[in-house]
């Protein structure tokens, strides 16, 4: 057997804690686990987790017998679902996002999408991230909701992706459907809307709302393809076999999802068209830009079920030019540090504001009351009605600058497990460099 597939043979401990959706919550409502539970979690996020679920429970068995008349789907963002391969019946799934054990022996270069079938068994879908979503689906389910955590592969064509949801969506017998997107989730609804159309059932999804939406892109998306994304050099820094260009050469580059994500920037810098990208470093796929060019007009145009919450004073990359053979970006703080606050709202959209980091949005208690309200109501007064976006003090950084402070390797091992835990989830932390 070689290296590889030894490594690809072995079940680690993320591997192992994979669990169906409904087992984890059953197990963290009856206290089932509890140590590896509470290892795997961290002692206070499997608090947090355990009194929700618990509570949950409780909703449901009250409700038994009694469909409520609105059923919610929530939609992760890009990243927000694990992926992996199936083993045999009875064993663990092979999980390699996210999976730290693979990461450090670059396995994440499997994630590439095949163009051609493959001897070994697909990557899909495993559901949701639970630290990202998990308290959020519980505390809409002690709200009474009956909640769907949708996982899918975000690498690739989000109208595609759409489609698969619409179906799950007609296929759903609930009264009313909302549809509840982070990130690029909430593109994913639009996508699903779009392609319902005007067919029989479409008037059941009565709300569709977005947290941290990338409505209109993010510049994030370029510096993934790049090599210059925050979470990109982190990944790298993990991995003992590649740098970050190299991650993003092999895997990155090729997911449709990231050139969907580009921002359309008017008459200064046409990021669709290849040559104006700085020929030097990682560069994006020419065909896969052309073929995202019209993303934005497929998807479904905002209406009075639209609504956007939006994440406020975080540093973050606001605006782009291309300088020579590297991209200069301006960072503000007019965003939740991944989508520029401007970018994720929509024209005639009521939007909610507050100051929150765009991977801390579905966790934050806050968010949730008012999702609550507006799924209820359509209204809510627990956040900030509108945006306001305060640039404060602009910084300008380049892909040099960003590759140099990104560039530096660290020993997964030598970490506590309390380390290893706080570096997964800072892993979108913004960089020294956006805040001189």
């Known amino acids: 057997m070689s290296h590889a597939a030894e490594v690809a043979a072995e079940v680690s401990v993320y591997d192992r804690m994979c669990w169906p959706e409904a087992e984890l919550e059953r197990a963290l409502a009856g206290g089932a686990h509890r140590r590896e539970l509470a290892a795997y979690l961290g002692a206070t996020e499997y608090s947090t987790l355990s009194a929700l679920a618990h509570q949950a429970q409780a909703v449901q068995r009250r409700r038994t017998g009694r469909r409520g008349r609105l059923k919610v789907y929530l939609l992760p963002g890009i990243l927000g679902s694990q992926l992996g391969r199936l083993r045999a019946v009875g064993e663990p799934p092979d999980l390699l996002w996210v999976d730290p054990t693979d990461i450090v022996n670059g396995r994440l270069t499997e994630l590439r999408l095949p163009r051609r079938p493959q001897p070994l068994a697909p990557v899909q ?86 947290i941290g939406a990338p409505h209109g892109g993010s510049i994030a998306a370029v510096q993934a393809l790049r090599a210059t994304y925050p979470i990109v050099g982190r990944l790298a820094a993990m991995d003992r076999v590649h740098d970050a260009e190299t991650l993003t050469r092999r895997a990155f580059r090729g997911f449709m999802s990231l050139y969907q994500l580009l921002p359309v920037l008017g008459s200064t810098l046409d990021l669709f068209d290849p040559d104006c990208w700085p020929r030097t470093g990682a560069r994006p796929d020419a065909k896969l830009l052309r073929a995202a060019r019209d993303f934005g007009q497929r998807l479904a145009p905002s209406d009075q079920r639209f609504f956007s919450i939006v994440g406020t004073g975080q540093r973050t990359v606001t605006g782009v030019e291309r300088r020579g053979q590297q991209f200069r970006y301006q960072v503000s703080s007019a965003g939740d ?45 627990r956040l900030r009605e509108g945006v306001i976006a305060r640039h404060g003090r602009s910084t300008y950084v380049t892909d040099g600058i960003l590759r140099r402070e990104l560039a530096r390797k660290l020993d997964w091992y030598q970490l506590s497990i309390g380390e290893r835990r706080r570096y997964l989830d800072r892993l979108n932390e913004p960089p020294a460099a956006y805040r001189r």
């Not at 009956?146 to 698969?164: E, K």
């Open 125 to 210: 879908p495993l559901g949701a991230i639970v630290y990202s979503y998990l308290a959020l689906k519980l505390r809409l389910a002690v709200a009474g909701f009956d909640v769907v955590l949708y996982d899918y592969d975000w690498r690739g064509d989000v109208l595609a992706s759409g489609h698969a949801l619409m179906l799950r969506l007609a296929a759903d017998g609930a009264e009313q459907l909302a549809l509840v997107g982070h990130s690029m989730g909430a593109l994913l609804a639009r996508a699903a809307l779009a392609h319902y159309g005007a067919a029989a059932g479409a008037e059941r999804i009565t709300r569709l709302i977005g």
């Open 337 to 381: 540090g991944t989508v520029a606050s401007g970018c994720a709202v929509l024209p005639g959209v009521r939007s909610y504001s507050l100051r929150c980091e765009h991977s801390e949005l579905p966790r934050n208690e806050s968010v949730a009351a008012a999702l609550t309200d507006l799924l209820r109501r359509g209204r809510t007064q």
